[in-house]
C-alpha cells in the first residue's frame, strides 16, 4: 500500500464552525504531478496544508510516503506527534508559498543554505556547494549575493523553489506559486517547474494556470466547496468536463 | 539609469530644447519669522536671568563640574545604567519568548512577572530590594548561604531593581516586534523542517530587531534618568554623589546644575547613538530615514522651508 507518494482518506478539516474540507480522497504516484484546481475557498491551499501539517486533520487519514501525517497509530489510539518529530517529517516535503517567503534578513544564497545547515547540520562547503548549484540551475546563479528585495517577484520565486529542493525533498507542494507574480513573470517560474517535474519530482500544484495543467500534469482535481467533484487526466477533464460545476468553472478560467 | 534613455516615440530634438527652469517667487512664511523672533527674545531673557542671578553662585558649578567624586558617581550612573540594559534586554526576550510560547505555564508566568513589574513603582521596587533582608536575613540554598545584608549592598540593590523592571518593559517591546514579523516567515522555516526554536532564534528574532531598535533606544535614555533613583539606597551614583555635597556646601542649585550638565551629555551620547543604530538597521528598507536633531535644526533654518525638509 505504500506505493502512493501521498494518500487521503476521506480528511475532513475545520475552522471553527466552517468546514473546509469534506472527506476529500486522493492519491498521489511517485514522480506524478497533480495540479489542484477550483474556486477561491474551495479548500485547495488548506489541503495542501494539512500534508506538511501546517494545518491540522481533523477526521479521516492522511499519509505520505506511506507514513501517516501528524499521528502515529499505535493499535486503534492515535498519539499526536512531537513538535520535534513533525519537523523531522517535513524535511522530505518542499513547500513554496504564493507569497514566496523567503527570509528577509538573509541573501538568497544564505536562504537556500539555511535549512540544510540548520536541520541537516550539513558542512558549510557542503550546503554553500549545493546551494550554488541550485540557484544557478533555477537560472539565478548570478543572483545569490542579494537580498529578496533586490529581486523581482519571479526571481523571489525561483529563490524560493532552490531554497525547498536543498532539503532533497521526495515530494514538493506548490500553493498558487504564480498567482502574486506580474503576468510577464510567470513563465519563468513556470519553466523551472516544468523542468523540476520532467526530472521525475513528485508534486502537487495549486494552481490556475490551466495551461500548465494540461500540459505538465499527470492527474487534475477539481475541489469545489472542501469536496473533490471530478478527478482525472488533465486534458481529458479540462477537454471534457462532465460535471456542471467543473464546466461552469472551467468557462470562467479557459 | 534609465534617466539617459529617452522613451521611444520622443520626438527628434528633444535634447535641444531646453525647458526653462522655473524661477517663481517662493511663498513666504512671514509668521514663521515673526514668531522666531519671539522665542529668541524670551530666551535670551531667560538666560539672561540665570546667568546674572546673584544666588547662583556660577563658579561652583564650574569647580565641581569635574570634583572628583562628582565623576566616579557618573561613572557609577553609566555602569548601572549599562548593566541593567543588558540584563533587561536579555530577560526581556527570555520573557517575550515565554509570552509567546504555546506552553501555557511559561506562557501565564511571563504574564505574572510583566504583571508584577510593570505594575508597580520602580522606586517601590528599588526599596524592597534594598531593604530585603527584613523579610530574608539569610538567602541561599541549603548549606550554602549568606546573609542577605551582606549579599543586597546597595549597588546590587540598584541593579536589581532596574534590570528586573527593565525586563518586563523590554519584553513588551520585544513582543511587539517579534508580532511585527510576516507569520509566513515562520510558516516557511517550519515547512522546511526547522523547530519553533531555531525558527525563533535564526528567522523571527533577527527581523524583529528593526522594529525592536528605536524603542529600546528611548528605553536606554529613559533608564539613564531614571537610575537617578537610586539616591535613595544611596547607591553612589551622581545625583547621589552631587546631592552630598550640595548639603555639606549648602549649594543645592548649583549642584543640581552640575547633575543636570552630566545627564544632558549622557542622553545627548545616547540620542547620537540610536541615530545612527536606527540609520543602520533601516538600511535596505524602503522607507526615508530618520533626520538628526541638526539636520532638522539646520533645514528649518532655511528660508522658505517648513519642518525638516532636507531635501
Redesign the interface.
Known amino acids: 500500500m505504500t506505493t502512493h507518494m501521498v494518500k487521503a482518506e476521506n480528511v475532513h478539516k475545520s475552522f471553527g464552525h466552517v468546514d473546509v474540507l469534506k472527506g476529500i480522497d486522493l492519491q498521489v504516484a511517485p514522480k506524478d504531478v497533480l495540479c489542484l484546481v477550483g474556486p477561491s475557498g474551495s479548500g485547495k491551499s488548506t489541503f495542501l496544508r494539512c500534508i506538511?501539517h501546517?494545518e491540522k486533520v481533523d477526521a479521516g487519514r492522511l499519509y505520505v510516503d506511506g507514513q501517516l501525517v501528524g499521528y502515529r497509530q499505535a493499535g486503534d489510539k492515535l498519539h499526536e506527534l512531537r513538535?520535534?518529530e513533525v519537523?523531522?517529517?517535513?524535511?522530505d516535503?518542499?513547500?513554496v508559498?504564493q507569497?514566496f517567503?523567503?527570509?528577509?534578513?538573509m541573501t538568497a544564497l544564505q536562504n537556500v543554505m539555511?535549512?540544510p545547515l540548520?536541520?541537516r547540520r550539513e558542512s558549510k562547503a557542503v550546503a554553500r556547494d549545493r546551494a550554488e548549484k541550485l540557484l544557478d540551475r533555477v537560472g539565478l546563479g548570478t543572483k545569490s549575493g542579494s537580498?529578496p528585495?533586490?529581486l523581482s517577484g519571479g526571481q523571489q520565486q525561483r529563490v524560493?523553489i532552490a531554497?525547498?529542493l536543498a532539503?532533497e525533498p521526495k515530494l514538493m507542494l506548490f500553493d498558487e506559486p504564480t498567482s502574486a507574480l506580474d503576468p510577464e513573470l510567470v513563465g519563468e517560474v513556470l519553466d523551472v517547474m516544468r523542468d523540476l517535474a520532467t526530472s521525475g519530482m513528485t508534486m502537487i500544484v495549486v494552481t490556475h494556470e490551466m495551461g500548465f495543467a494540461r500540459e505538465v500534469g499527470d492527474a487534475l482535481v477539481f475541489m469545489d466547496d472542501g469536496m473533490v467533484v471530478e478527478a482525472g487526466h488533465p486534458r481529458d477533464v479540462l477537454a471534457n468536463p462532465q460535471h456542471a460545476r467543473t464546466k461552469a468553472f472551467l468557462s470562467k478560467v479557459l | 539609469m534609465s534617466s539617459d534613455t529617452h522613451p521611444g516615440g520622443a520626438p527628434a530634438g528633444t535634447a535641444e530644447r531646453d525647458s526653462e527652469p522655473i524661477k517663481a517667487i517662493p511663498v513666504r512664511h512671514w509668521g514663521q519669522w515673526v514668531s522666531a523672533a519671539v522665542v529668541l527674545a524670551l530666551a535670551a531673557a531667560l538666560v539672561y536671568s540665570v546667568a546674572t542671578n546673584d544666588n547662583l553662585q556660577w563658579s561652583v558649578v564650574g569647580d565641581n563640574i569635574t570634583e572628583e567624586s562628582v565623576l566616579r558617581g557618573l561613572w557609577v550612573t553609566i555602569r548601572l545604567t549599562v548593566l541593567s540594559m543588558v540584563l533587561g534586554i536579555a530577560l526581556g526576550i527570555v520573557v517575550a519568548v515565554m509570552r509567546l510560547s504555546s506552553n501555557k505555564v511559561l506562557g501565564t508566568v511571563s504574564w505574572f512577572y510583566i504583571w508584577l513589574f510593570r505594575g508597580t513603582p520602580v522606586l517601590v521596587q528599588l526599596l524592597l530590594w534594598f531593604n530585603l533582608g527584613l523579610f530574608f536575613p539569610t538567602i541561599g540554598l541549603g548549606s550554602l548561604n549568606a546573609d542577605a545584608n551582606d549579599l543586597i549592598k546597595p549597588f546590587i540593590a540598584a541593579l536589581l531593581a532596574l534590570a528586573l523592571n527593565e525586563a518586563a518593559y523590554m519584553a513588551e517591546v520585544v513582543r511587539a516586534g517579534v508580532l511585527a514579523v510576516d507569520p509566513g516567515q515562520a510558516e516557511a522555516s517550519h515547512a522546511l523542517g526547522m523547530t519553533k526554536g531555531q525558527t525563533m532564534r535564526r528567522i523571527v528574532l533577527p527581523q524583529a530587531m528593526r522594529v525592536v531598535i528605536p524603542p529600546t533606544g528611548n528605553e536606554t535614555i529613559t533608564m539613564l534618568k531614571t537610575t537617578s533613583l537610586v539616591l535613595v539606597v544611596g547607591a553612589g551614583d551622581l545625583l547621589t554623589r552631587t546631592s552630598a555635597i550640595a548639603a555639606r556646601e549648602f549649594t543645592t542649585i548649583e549642584m543640581l546644575m552640575v547633575a543636570s550638565f552630566w545627564y544632558l551629555v549622557l542622553t545627548s551620547i545616547a540620542s547620537y547613538g540610536q541615530y545612527h543604530l536606527e540609520r543602520r538597521f533601516a538600511r535596505g528598507s524602503a522607507g526615508t530615514l530618520p533626520h538628526s536633531l541638526g539636520q532638522r535644526t539646520l533645514a528649518n533654518l532655511r528660508p522658505g522651508r517648513v519642518h525638516g525638509d532636507a531635501r
Do not use: P
Not at chain 1, 87 to 91: I, K, M, V, Y
Not at chain 1, 101 to 105: A, D, P, V
Open positions: 506538511n501546517l513538535q520535534k519537523a523531522a517529517h517535513r524535511r516535503i518542499g513547500m508559498f507569497r517567503n523567503l527570509f528577509g534578513h539555511e535549512a540548520r536541520v537580498y528585495a533586490q524560493a531554497r525547498a532539503m
